[in-house]
C-alpha cells in the first residue's frame, strides 16, 4: 500500500467511518478540498456526488471508487472498469432504513396525517370524506425489483401488516424469493393489478421511464406510488399529469430526476404527492453501517498489492 494514501470524501459520511478511513490515510473532505479529487486522490468515496470519464481520465493515482450506497448510476462504471479501477459498494447496508421510509410514505398516502394536523392547527376539520383512509392489507401491494430494499419492504408489508404483496424481479433465485409474496412474470402484471406500487429498482438504460404514461394508464384508478429508488425510473411529468386527473390518488417520492428539485416542479401542485430529500438511507444506525462498511472496503483494496506498471 502507498504509504498513508490520500482518501478523498466528497459528502459528509459517518464520524467512526471517517475515524477509520484516518487510522489508515490523509482522509481530504468532506468539502470544496475534496472535489480536488481526481488530482490527489488514491481513493475517492462519493454518496451522490457525479463520477465522470472526464475526471476519471485526470485521476492518474486512483485506485478505487467507493460508493456510500447502493445504487450506482451517477458514477461512469464502465470508464472505471476501462481503467481498471474498482467501484465498489456499501450494497445493503441502508435497506432497512429505506424500508422503513418506504413504509412511512405508504402510510402517510393512506392516512394523511400531515393533511388533518394542517387543518387542525387551522382551526378545521377535512371533510368526512376525506377522513375516510385506507389499510395497508386492503390494497394490493406491488413491487418492482426484490433486491435487498424490495425485499425489506415485503417483509414489513406481509409480516407486519399482512397485506397481500406481487412482486417483480426477473432475476432473483427462486431460493432467495421471499415465502408470502406471489411472483409476477411480468411488470404490466404488477402495474395493473397494484393498488400501491413501490418501486425498488436500479436506474439503469432499460429502467429509465419504466412508469411512463402507458404504466399509469395500465395502474387501476385510484391507486397509489411509492419511489425510495431514483427519479429517473419515474416519467415525473407523466406522473404529474396522471395525479392531476385523479387516475393516481396520490404519490410520494424520496428521489428526483434532478435534485434538490425545483419548487416549481410539477409535482409539488399535482394534487396528493408528499417529497422527501433522498433521505433513505439516513438513520443514525444505517449511516453508521453504510459509512463502516465502506471504509472497510476501500480500505482492503488500498492494502492489495499493486501490479508493477511497465
Ligand atoms: N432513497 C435512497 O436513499 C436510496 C435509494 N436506493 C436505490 O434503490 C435501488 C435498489 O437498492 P437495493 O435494493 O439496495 O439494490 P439491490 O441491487 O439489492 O436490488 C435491486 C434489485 O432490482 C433488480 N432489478 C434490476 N433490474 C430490474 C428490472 N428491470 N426489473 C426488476 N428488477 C430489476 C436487481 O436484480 P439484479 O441484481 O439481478 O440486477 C436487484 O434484485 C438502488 O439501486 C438505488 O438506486 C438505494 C439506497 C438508498
Ligand atoms: O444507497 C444509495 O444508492 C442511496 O441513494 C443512498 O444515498
Known amino acids: 500500500m502507498v504509504d498513508r494514501p490520500t482518501i478523498c470524501v466528497t459528502e459528509h459520511i459517518h464520524p467512526d467511518a471517517?475515524?477509520?478511513?484516518?487510522?489508515?490515510?490523509?482522509?481530504?473532505?468532506?468539502?470544496?478540498?475534496a472535489d480536488d479529487w481526481p488530482a490527489r486522490a488514491e481513493a475517492v468515496i462519493v454518496r451522490s456526488a457525479p463520477v465522470s470519464q472526464e475526471q476519471l481520465q485526470r485521476a492518474v493515482r486512483l485506485r478505487v471508487i467507493g460508493k456510500h450506497?447502493?445504487?450506482?448510476?451517477?458514477?461512469?462504471?464502465?470508464?472505471?472498469?476501462?481503467?481498471?479501477?474498482p467501484v465498489l459498494t456499501a450494497a445493503g447496508t441502508n435497506a432497512e432504513s429505506v424500508a422503513d421510509l418506504a413504509i412511512c410514505l405508504a402510510l402517510n398516502l393512506l392516512r394523511a396525517p400531515d393533511l388533518h394536523d394542517a387543518a387542525l392547527r387551522g382551526g378545521r376539520m377535512l371533510a368526512p370524506r376525506q377522513?375516510?383512509?385506507?389499510?395497508?392489507?386492503?390494497?394490493?401491494?406491488?413491487i418492482l425489483g426484490m433486491g435487498a430494499i424490495g425485499r425489506a419492504v415485503a417483509q414489513r408489508l406481509v409480516h407486519g401488516f399482512g397485506a397481500q404483496v406481487l412482486a417483480y424481479d426477473p432475476m432473483l433465485p427462486a431460493s432467495d424469493w421471499p415465502e408470502r409474496v406471489e411472483r409476477a412474470e411480468t411488470v404490466d402484471d404488477v402495474l395493473s393489478?397494484?393498488?400501491?406500487?413501490?418501486?425498488?429498482?436500479?436506474?439503469?438504460?432499460?429502467?429509465?421511464h419504466v412508469l411512463n404514461e402507458r404504466a399509469f394508464a395500465l395502474m387501476?384508478?385510484?391507486?397509489?406510488?411509492?419511489?425510495?429508488?431514483?427519479?429517473?425510473?419515474?416519467?415525473?411529468?407523466?406522473?404529474?399529469e396522471a395525479i392531476a386527473d385523479g387516475h393516481i390518488?396520490?404519490?410520494a417520492s424520496d428521489v428526483f430526476e434532478a435534485e434538490p428539485p425545483d419548487p416549481q416542479h410539477a409535482l409539488f401542485s399535482a394534487g396528493r404527492f408528499i417529497?422527501?430529500?433522498?433521505?433513505?438511507?439516513?438513520?443514525?444506525?444505517?449511516?453508521?453501517?453504510?459509512?463502516?462498511?465502506?471504509?472497510?472496503?476501500?480500505?482492503?483494496?488500498?492494502?492489495?498489492?499493486?501490479?508493477?506498471?511497465?
Open 18 to 33: 471517517m475515524a477509520r478511513l484516518a487510522e489508515i490515510g490523509n482522509v481530504i473532505g468532506p468539502g470544496p478540498e
Open 69 to 85: 450506497g447502493a445504487g450506482t448510476d451517477t458514477i461512469d462504471v464502465q470508464a472505471a472498469n476501462a481503467a481498471g479501477i
Open 131 to 142: 377522513r375516510i383512509g385506507f389499510e395497508l392489507s386492503e390494497l394490493q401491494a406491488g
Open 193 to 208: 393489478r397494484s393498488g400501491i406500487l413501490f418501486l425498488h429498482l436500479p436506474l439503469l438504460p432499460e429502467t429509465t
Open 220 to 240: 387501476p384508478r385510484g391507486s397509489f406510488v411509492v419511489n425510495c429508488a431514483r427519479g429517473g425510473i419515474v416519467d415525473e411529468v407523466a406522473l404529474a
Open 249 to 251: 390518488a396520490g404519490a
Open 275 to 310: 417529497g422527501t430529500p433522498h433521505i433513505g438511507g439516513s438513520t443514525e444506525a444505517g449511516l453508521k453501517r453504510t459509512g463502516m462498511l465502506i471504509a472497510e472496503r476501500v480500505i482492503s483494496e488500498l492494502k492489495k498489492p499493486r501490479e508493477i506498471e511497465d
